[in-house]
């Protein structure tokens, strides 16, 4: 599969964010609920479903 530079930019813009990447890196542990998910961070649910 050929990945695109527009989604190569995408990709990496969203690693840019240390909250997303803490959250990658919480569910790299195993499941977890949106809840789970918010608790250590200043964000609405919506915003962490997103």
């Given amino acids: 599969m050929a990945t695109t530079d527009a989604e190569l930019d995408y990709t990496f813009h969203a690693l840019a964010d240390p909250t ?4 990658l890196a919480r569910l ?3 499941e977890a609920t949106v ?3 918010a608790e ?3 964000i609405s649910l919506p915003a962490i479903s997103r």
Avoid: H
């Fill in 20 to 23: 997303r990447r803490a959250i």
């Fill in 28 to 30: 790299a542990s195993g």
């Fill in 35 to 37: 809840n789970e998910l």
């Fill in 40 to 42: 250590p961070f200043a």
